[in-house]
């Protein structure tokens, strides 16, 4: 099994989180930028199964850019994401990238 990465895009930043089996094997911060996302995430993840993230202003360019980079993107509808991110003890930018993850590994998502 592969690893499922969590995005939480920004004009600025991106959040990430990247889980295998289950569990956080990495989190951290880059621009938002498509090329160092992808960096980010072939450092971090051997085996890409999903790059998911919310629905957004730079959802469109960063789906296409990032498939064109040869990951697996998946944009979902960010009230999705959204209920799948209550917990309490985190900060809002680690908690909105875990909830992408959380939902395309239970694939309780709908693709957009």
């Known amino acids: 099994?592969?690893?499922?990465?969590g995005l939480d895009v920004s004009m600025k930043d991106?959040?990430?989180?990247?889980?295998?089996?289950?569990k956080r094997i990495w989190r951290g911060?880059?621009?938002s930028d498509p090329?160092?996302?992808?960096?980010?995430?072939?450092?971090h993840a051997r085996e890409p199964e999903r790059v998911i993230f919310e629905t957004g202003p730079l959802s469109v360019w960063f789906y296409h850019a990032l498939q064109?980079?040869?990951?697996?993107a998946i944009c979902v509808d960010a009230r999705h994401a959204k209920?799948?991110?209550r917990s309490a003890s985190r900060s809002a930018s680690q908690v909105r990238?875990?909830?992408?993850?959380?939902?395309?590994?239970c694939r309780l998502r709908q693709e957009l």
Not at 68 to 72: F, I, T, V
Not at 98 to 105: R, V
């Open 35 to 43: 090329e160092v996302i992808t960096r980010m995430v072939r450092k």
């Open 29 to 31: 911060k880059c621009a």
């Open 97 to 105: 990238a875990a909830a992408p993850w959380h939902l395309g590994q």
């Open 83 to 85: 209920a799948g991110s």
């Open 1 to 5: 099994m592969g690893e499922y990465i």
């Open 14 to 22: 991106t959040a990430i989180s990247v889980r295998r089996d289950g």
């Open 68 to 72: 064109a980079e040869g990951l697996p």
